[in-house]
């Protein structure tokens, strides 16, 4: 029996030795380790990209609805004032303007549409209420998410010829488009330009509210400074729309 025993060891594929079984299992350790890694990256990376798509669909809609209010804004007076400005107040964190969105009070619907940025612990969350037009305003309701994240929302706005502002406040007549620029957290801009939604009727609010002194002084219902008798045939349909 000792020779067929001495035989069998020297016989170099009678199995593995201890030194070569721990080779293999170093080597497929390290194989194992490589594709673990490689599995991580890879889901790391697809679920950034689930990410960023779903914080672009939330932009995406929430400007939208924006616009959506926005196609409806009315150059009208503020509710006890003048009648020398009209009721849109806009800066850098919001907006507050009427809109004849057909859900307020009255036969047009006319209703106040607020939308501004608030910290909500880590996040900047931009938020629509609604409310009707009154003097004195009473609180607004019915809050909306348009988006929320670690970003920030910044507003301007432009007048007729274009020019960049950063506030709207107390002026004879609605800004020709509202312009939104979104950053990240670290200040990089999420949008290639800023999101400009133009607003689709910019008359003067005298053309609502026609001054009583109709003999000294004409009432512009047109772009530009084209100016019409109040009298004239035209003013009878001063809220059309530009085209």
């Known amino acids: 029996m000792k020779p067929a025993v001495s035989a069998a060891r020297s016989n170099p594929q009678a199995g593995f030795t201890l030194l070569e079984t721990l080779v293999a299992l170093a080597i497929a350790a390290a194989a ?41 804004s009315l150059p009208m007076s503020v509710p006890g004032g003048d009648g020398a400005a009209v009721l849109f107040k806009g800066d850098a964190n919001g907006l507050v303007f009427a809109a004849a969105t057909g859900y307020g009070t009255g036969n047009r619907g006319v209703e106040l549409i607020s939308v501004s ?5 880590e996040d900047i969350a931009l938020i629509r209420n609604r409310g009707p037009v009154a003097n004195p305003q009473p609180e607004l309701r019915d809050p909306v998410v348009l988006m ?35 950053f990240g957290a670290q200040g990089n801009p999420i949008l ?9 009727q910019n008359y003067s609010v005298e053309c609502f509210n026609p001054p009583s002194d109709k003999a000294n002084i004409q009432v512009r219902c047109s772009q530009g400074n084209n100016e019409q008798d109040p009298d004239s045939d035209d003013q009878s349909q001063p809220a059309q729309r530009r085209q």
């Open 192 to 200: 290639p330009v800023p999101a400009l939604i133009t607003l689709p």
């Open 148 to 182: 929320r994240g670690r970003m920030r929302v910044r507003f301007s706005y432009r007048d007729s010829n274009g020019k960049v502002l950063p506030t709207w406040i107390e002026q004879p007549e609605l800004p020709a488009a509202v312009a939104i620029e979104i």
């Open 32 to 72: 194992f380790a490589v594709i673990v890694d490689f599995s991580m990256r890879t889901l790391r990376n697809w679920h950034r990209g689930d990410q960023a798509m779903a914080a672009m669909e939330m932009i995406t809609r929430g400007i939208g609805r924006l616009q959506t209010d926005l196609a409806v």
């Open 117 to 121: 940025a608030f910290q909500d612990r």
